[in-house]
């Protein structure tokens, strides 16, 4: 059975109130988009993970990403490897709610750390874990740690992340400037590789809030949003013969959904990989949308000749679909939605006409 796609502007939806959950007039509304760098069958992915919150939302306690049933994950990396980088946008409360920007790199921890095992300790209960990473950014001068407790639970991956409160201060473990998460964007290199047979896979992420004011996790607020990833997924673009102008032309292909009323974005710019993926920014913009697809998935966008060498490449992003079936992650948690993974199609390279000289 495929699935029918509807538009959630998901960069927006995050603050307008998704979930409520908890406490009365409690607002909670994480989300969780992953990006893959690859969604070819058996293909080792560089995995890039967005979360969103609210920044007038309740404050996270606690978070677990699920990967897929079906994909393979190596935890074997030595402690000091760079696994990914990381990007992330907090709310100080301290600092009067400023919205404030970390940066750092994914790293692999040493799990003999004394503070690592303090913090693997007070967040799961045990020391010992498949491997450990650390998100390793920056506030205001002061180093900003966060400890990835990873494990293998049966055909599963499990990340699991306690943040401090807010609320309290720091001397009572509460977080540094009062921070809340807002925003975090990181990717995860060299540890995933995607399921061999074709079929749609989910990626889970489970959310509980603090109680507002306290360090006291409120378990009847958890939710869940999940990613789905058809394997394998595909979309291209070439350049066809026109008479006049540019003429791009390709298909997007996920398994186990209908592109039928999709509108792809087209991205353009003077510098290659003008549109974002899921281990690049984008060094473009994106211009126009594409006509709605039909459903064998196929499209045709024209465009005007250029006056310099442009860089054309296609996007599908920002659609969701309503959550079916149990939670990947076995819990029984309600599902808010569900995110479908991006894909960037390959570049094309047109450029200005040459001037026929007269004789």
Same mark, same amino acid.
């Given at each position: 059975?495929?699935?029918?796609?509807?538009?959630?502007?998901?960069?927006? %939806?995050?603050?307008? !109130?998704?979930?409520?959950?908890?406490?009365? @007039?409690?607002?909670?509304?994480?989300?969780?988009?992953?990006?893959?760098?690859?969604?070819?069958?058996?293909?080792?992915? /560089?995995?890039?993970?967005?979360? !969103?919150?609210?920044?007038?939302?309740?404050?996270?306690?606690?978070?677990?990403?699920?990967?897929?049933?079906?994909?393979?994950?190596?935890?074997?990396?030595?402690?000091?490897?760079?696994?990914?980088?990381?990007?992330?946008?907090?709310?100080?409360?301290?600092?009067?709610?400023?919205? *404030?920007? *970390?940066?750092?790199?994914?790293?692999? +921890?040493?799990?003999?750390?004394?503070?690592?095992?303090?913090?693997?300790?007070?967040? /799961?209960?045990?020391?010992?874990?498949?491997?450990?990473?650390?998100?390793?950014?920056?506030?205001?001068?002061?180093?900003? %740690?966060?400890? &990835?407790?990873?494990?293998?639970?049966?055909? *599963? &991956? &499990?990340?699991?992340?306690?943040?401090?409160?807010?609320?309290?201060?720091?001397?009572? $473990?509460?977080?540094?400037?009062?921070?809340?998460?807002?925003?975090?964007? @990181?990717?995860?290199?060299?540890?995933?590789?995607?399921?061999?047979?074709?079929?749609?896979?989910?990626? +889970?992420?489970?959310?509980?809030?603090?109680?507002?004011?306290?360090?006291?996790?409120?378990?009847?607020?958890?939710?869940?949003?999940? /990613?789905?990833?058809?394997?394998?997924?595909?979309?291209?673009?070439?350049?066809?013969?026109?008479?006049? $102008?540019?003429?791009?032309?390709?298909?997007?292909?996920? +398994?186990?959904?209908?592109?039928?009323?999709?509108?792809? !974005? *087209?991205?353009?710019?003077?510098?290659?990989?003008?549109?974002?993926?899921?281990?690049? $920014?984008?060094?473009?913009?994106?211009?126009?949308?594409?006509?709605?697809?039909?459903?064998?998935?196929?499209?045709?966008?024209?465009?005007?000749?250029?006056?310099?060498? /442009?860089?054309?490449?296609?996007?599908?992003?920002?659609?969701?679909?309503?959550?079916?079936?149990?939670?990947?992650?076995?819990?029984?948690?309600?599902?808010?939605?569900?995110?479908?993974?991006?894909?960037?199609?390959?570049?094309?390279?047109?450029?200005?006409?040459?001037?026929?000289?007269?004789?």
């Amino acid at each position: 059975m495929k699935k029918s796609l509807r538009l959630a502007l998901l960069a927006c %939806a995050c603050f307008a !109130g998704l979930a409520l959950a908890g406490p009365a @007039f409690a607002k909670y509304d994480p989300y969780l988009q992953i990006e893959q760098s690859s969604y070819k069958l058996g293909a080792p992915i /560089t995995a890039d993970v967005f979360i !969103g919150i609210s920044d007038d939302a309740d404050p996270t306690a606690r978070l677990q990403i699920y990967s897929p049933a079906g994909y393979s994950a190596s935890l074997a990396a030595a402690p000091g490897t760079k696994i990914g980088t990381v990007l992330a946008i907090v709310k100080a409360k301290a600092l009067g709610g400023a919205l *404030l920007p *970390l940066a750092g790199d994914v790293v692999v +921890a040493n799990p003999t750390d004394p503070a690592i095992v303090a913090a693997a300790t007070k967040c /799961t209960g045990t020391a010992t874990h498949g491997t450990i990473w650390v998100l390793n950014t920056s506030l205001q001068g002061q180093t900003v %740690a966060i400890p &990835v407790f990873v494990d293998q639970k049966g055909a *599963l &991956v &499990v990340q699991t992340v306690c943040l401090p409160s807010p609320d309290v201060p720091p001397a009572q $473990g509460g977080a540094t400037f009062g921070a809340q998460l807002v925003l975090a964007d @990181f990717t995860i290199r060299g540890v995933f590789t995607n399921a061999g047979s074709r079929n749609g896979y989910e990626w +889970a992420g489970i959310y509980t809030p603090y109680v507002p004011g306290t360090q006291t996790t409120n378990p009847a607020g958890t939710v869940e949003w999940r /990613t789905y990833v058809g394997l394998p997924s595909s979309l291209t673009l070439a350049k066809a013969k026109t008479k006049k $102008g540019i003429k791009l032309v390709g298909r997007l292909s996920i +398994a186990g959904l209908t592109p039928k009323g999709v509108k792809l !974005g *087209l991205y353009a710019g003077k510098k290659p990989k003008p549109a974002p993926t899921a281990t690049t $920014g984008g060094t473009g913009k994106r211009i126009v949308r594409s006509a709605a697809l039909p459903a064998t998935g196929r499209y045709t966008i024209r465009r005007p000749t250029v006056k310099f060498t /442009t860089f054309f490449q296609t996007r599908f992003e920002n659609y969701a679909t309503d959550c079916v079936g149990n939670s990947p992650s076995g819990l029984q948690v309600p599902c808010k939605g569900e995110d479908i993974a991006a894909v960037t199609s390959n570049q094309v390279k047109a450029t200005k006409p040459k001037k026929k000289r007269r004789r």
